[in-house]
T-cell receptor
Framework: EPEVTQTPSHQVTQMGQEVILRCVPISNHLYFYWYRQILGQKVEFLVSFYNNEISEKSEIFDDQFSVERPDGSNFTLKIRSTKLEDSAMYFC??????????FGPGTRLTVL | GESVGLHLPTLSVQEGDNSIINCAYSNSASDYFIWYKQESGKGPQFIIDIRSNMDKRQGQRVTVLLNKTVKHLSLQIAATQPGDSAVYFCAERETNFVFGPGTRLSVLP
């Protein structure tokens, strides 16, 4: 069964450094999403992506964040200058018809 | 206000009993709802969905009920099994998904 994959599973970085989180969505899906989940808290929407552009973004997704789909398979989230409060699980999700979303296993980002 | 999250409501049920997990949503314009299951250290897993033009939908061992009048969603799990132990949360969508804080289901042997 196809699944969303994410790498790395755990990323540790120093405050102020750039990180790139990678996702490979399910191959025939059209809509792609990034979410974050701070430890013990609820899942929060960051950004949605369709047709090679951002379709929606939340207040969390400020100028420090960017997304790219550099080729036909990868979908990346870049945080330019990480802050302590960026520490969280970051989930990628994809869907074919903008309904049922398939989530990846997540990347745990730890900012020191 | 925002949930602290570390003190999720917990529902403990005996194995074999039915479970009912509730969710209050906030946006009366939401037209689509999903229940997710999240096991420790894993990503959310789709369980069942329902559109706002329905009030009940059944899956395998699960039923979702939607009451738009009071903006309430519930998930019923029949014959709860140990493998059902997880955090369950609802998500509502008008344009993008907004997730609830979740309920921890603990299945007792």
């Amino acid at each position: 069964e196809p699944e969303v994959t994410q790498t790395p599973s755990h990323q540790v970085t120093q405050m102020g450094q750039e990180v790139i989180l990678r996702c490979v969505p399910i191959s025939n899906h059209l809509y792609f999403y990034w979410y974050r989940q701070i430890l013990g808290q609820k899942v929060e929407f960051l950004v949605s992506f369709y047709n090679n552009e951002i379709s929606e973004k939340s207040e969390i997704f400020d100028d420090q964040f960017s997304v790219e789909r550099p080729d036909g398979s990868n979908f990346t989230l870049k945080i330019r200058s990480t802050k302590l409060e960026d520490s969280a699980m970051y989930f990628c999700a994809s869907t074919k018809y903008k309904n049922e979303q398939f989530f990846g296993p997540g990347t745990r980002l730890t900012v020191l | 206000g925002e949930s602290v999250g570390l003190h999720l409501p917990t529902l403990s049920v005996q194995e074999g009993d039915n479970s009912i997990i509730n969710c209050a949503y906030s946006n009366s314009a939401s037209d689509y709802f999903i229940w997710y299951k999240q096991e420790s250290g894993k990503g959310p897993q789709f369980i069942i969905d329902i559109r706002s033009n329905m009030d009940k939908r059944q899956g395998q061992r699960v039923t979702v009920l939607l009451n738009k009048t009071v903006k309430h969603l519930s998930l019923q799990i029949a014959a709860t099994q140990p493998g059902d132990s997880a955090v369950y949360f609802c998500a509502e969508r008008e344009t993008n998904f907004v997730f609830g804080p979740g309920t921890r289901l603990s299945v007792l042997p």
